[in-house]
Nanobody, 121 residues
């Protein structure tokens, strides 16, 4: 069964850091482009970061560029999102998903439970 499970969220003060994990099972990370998304209350889900299957390039939304870093550990079949210098506007539920490619909003499969990130001011 193909599955992605997010973890690592929590409550942190502004300026703090968190590292989110996206544990994959049922498939090999190298076979898919993986993206992190987030959805804040009352807002649409938005793409945050992406790591390309084809060349390993990474992409970031302008709002997180320079603060967030996406990476993957093939041995653990896990993708990470290191989030530094967190801001209250980063508060959201964070999801990972297999993406068609980093330039597309199309994902494979369904959304998981996500992990809540709350940044206090």
């Amino acid at each position: 069964e193909v599955q992605l499970v997010e973890s690592g969220g929590g409550l942190v003060q502004a300026g703090g850091s968190l590292r989110l994990s996206c544990a994959a099972s049922g498939f090999t990370l190298d076979d898919y482009t993986i993206g992190w998304f987030r959805q804040a209350p009352g807002k649409e889900r938005e793409g945050v970061s992406c790591i390309s299957r084809s060349d390993g390039r990474t992409y970031y939304a302008n709002s997180v560029k320079g603060r967030f870093t996406i990476s993957k550990d093939n041995a653990k079949n896990t993708v990470y999102l290191q989030m530094n210098s967190l801001k209250p506007e980063d508060t959201a539920v964070y999801y990972c998903a297999r993406r068609l490619d980093c330039g597309s909003t199309i994902i494979y499969g369904s959304w998981g439970q996500g992990t809540q990130v709350t940044v206090s001011s």
